[in-house]
């Protein structure tokens, strides 16, 4: 099945950087999605974009929807060991009258923090 | 509110057998969504269900087949099963029009 373009693969940092990683696709999304999964465990919702160059903020997190509406990035400011895990982008094509329908992810980021 | 729960967690079963894999939708909410995530992959869409109808499948064969029940919960059903269904199986539940999709914490099947 189809699969975003997710980089990087993993990344290894040290307590207090910073961090950003970013996903693109091949084909248009109305509403792009990044989650986090820990083990054991399903993802979790982190922030959603719904509007091409929208820039949202949840926290230490921000991520934009490009305005290509092909791409997005997710951005992770001061990193604290907790934010270990994977990072999943997703990408959806909302159907009109605000029907959900499948999302589309990426491969995942693995991060590492460092304390 | 409860979230989305599935049962059972792990699942061992040989290959040929059969095997169903329920969700309990989170509360408020009338979509369920199944996706399968391979180790080291994203999860891949399945199939979706809202009030009892498909709504959408994936690359998937007629092996894997669902149920939505009156109550907004679900099963995921795979036939004849395979080396390759060795997975990790999410529900995904959502209210039709509203934000995202809230993940259980998956069945881990593993097929011998």
């Known amino acids: 099945g189809q699969q975003l373009n997710q980089s990087p693969q993993s990344m290894f940092i040290q307590e207090g950087e910073d961090v950003s990683m970013n996903c693109t696709s091949s084909?248009?999304?109305?509403?792009w999605l990044w989650y986090k999964q820990d083990p054991g465990e399903g993802p979790v919702l982190l922030i959603a974009?719904?509007?091409?160059?929208e820039l949202t903020s949840n926290g230490r997190l921000t991520a934009q929807f490009g305005i290509t509406r092909k791409d997005s990035f997710l951005n992770i400011s001061a990193s604290i060991p907790s934010d270990v895990g994977i990072y999943f982008c997703?990408?959806?094509?909302?159907?009109?009258?605000?029907?959900?329908?499948?999302?589309?992810f990426g491969k995942g980021t693995l991060l590492t923090v460092n304390p | 509110e409860t979230g989305v729960t599935q049962s059972p967690t792990h699942l061992i079963k040989t290959r040929g057998q059969q095997v169903t894999l329920r969700c309990s939708s989170q509360?408020?909410?009338?979509?369920v969504s199944w996706y399968q995530q391979a180790l080291g992959q994203g999860p891949q869409f399945i199939f979706q269900?809202?009030?009892?109808?498909?709504?959408g499948r994936g690359n998937f064969p007629p092996r894997f087949s669902g149920l939505q029940f009156p109550n907004y919960s679900s099963e995921l059903n795979v036939n004849a099963l395979e080396l390759d269904d060795s997975a990790l199986y999410l529900c995904?539940?959502?209210?039709?029009?509203?934000?995202?999709?809230?993940f259980g914490s998956g069945t881990r099947l593993t097929v011998v």
């Open positions: 997703a990408g959806q094509l909302r159907g009109s009258g605000g029907s959900n329908y499948k999302l589309t």
């Open positions: 995904a539940s959502s209210s039709r029009g509203l934000d995202g999709y809230t």
């Open positions: 084909s248009i999304f109305n509403t």
């Open positions: 974009l719904y509007k091409a160059g």
């Open positions: 509360s408020g909410h009338n979509t």
């Open positions: 269900y809202y009030r009892e109808e498909k709504n």
